[in-house]
């Protein structure tokens, strides 16, 4: 597709239990965002891929959350023992860094909506 | 370190009216500063950019913005708001890893 796809659109899932959220990112772009977005909590990042280099982990929450990128294209974002505060919409975006000038614009997914019961 | 601000959770606007729409933001090093648009169930779109060029910057749907160092803003203004401008709002700012920092949103109603 033209665009960054993600999946599942919604999740409803019960507390305690595993759930991984995907990101397809547009082809050929080599920077990966995953942000977290709360009710009245704005945007929060959690992750971002580079290309080959180590990903930038300071914005995961806990080490219940994990991400990896396969392949420098599709990302898993997994959250592990899932709790009632993890509920929002996980967002990923993808940039060409480089594009746009120094800073590249980021590319956004429609956002997989987390429901922890 | 960096942060951005907006001002204002939430903004009404009459048809036709002037939109303003505030953000202040704080950075350590020269920012690269951008103003999303987020319209209901969807991801963010890019209005416009600032990247230490003009420090007027237009963007799409007629949204134009402003830099201003001295007042560390980068308010969002349109002449003329159309009820299809009604969305969510977000400013934000680059460091030099380029991961963005985001305001917490405005949430503006076009009123008919």
């Known amino acids: 597709g033209a665009g960054v796809s993600q999946s599942p659109s919604n999740k409803v899932t019960e507390k305690g239990k595993d759930v991984e959220l995907r990101c397809d990112p547009i082809?050929?772009?080599?920077?990966l965002y995953w942000y977290r977005q709360s009710l009245g909590q704005g945007l929060e990042f959690l992750i971002y891929?580079?290309?080959?280099?180590?990903?930038?982990k300071s914005g995961l929450p806990s080490d219940r959350f994990s991400a990896e990128r396969t392949g420098g294209s599709v990302s898993t974002l997994t959250i592990q023992r899932t709790q009632q505060e993890d509920s929002a919409v996980y967002l990923c975006?993808?940039?060409?860094?480089?594009?746009?000038?120094?800073?590249?614009?980021?590319?956004f997914g429609e956002g997989s909506r987390l429901t922890v019961l | 370190a960096q942060s951005v601000t907006q001002l204002g959770s939430h903004v009404s606007v009459s048809e036709g009216a002037l939109v303003l729409l505030r953000c202040n933001y704080s950075?350590?090093?020269?920012?690269?500063l951008f103003w999303y648009v987020q319209y209901p169930n969807q991801g963010l779109q890019l209005l416009l950019k600032y990247t230490s060029a003009a420090t007027l910057v237009k963007g799409i749907n007629g949204f134009e913005a402003e830099f201003k160092k001295s007042e560390t803003s980068f308010h969002l203004t349109k002449p003329s708001a159309h009820m299809s401008d009604a969305a969510e709002y977000f400013c934000?700012?680059?460091?030099?890893?380029?991961?963005?920092?985001f305001g917490s949103g405005t949430q503006l109603t076009v009123l008919p």
């Open positions: 934000a700012v680059t460091n030099l890893k380029r991961q963005l920092t």
């Open positions: 891929f580079q290309g080959n280099s180590a990903p930038d």
């Open positions: 950075s350590s090093v020269p920012p690269y």
């Open positions: 975006a993808s940039s060409f860094q480089g594009s746009g000038g120094e800073t590249g614009e980021l590319f």
């Open positions: 082809s050929g772009h080599t920077a």
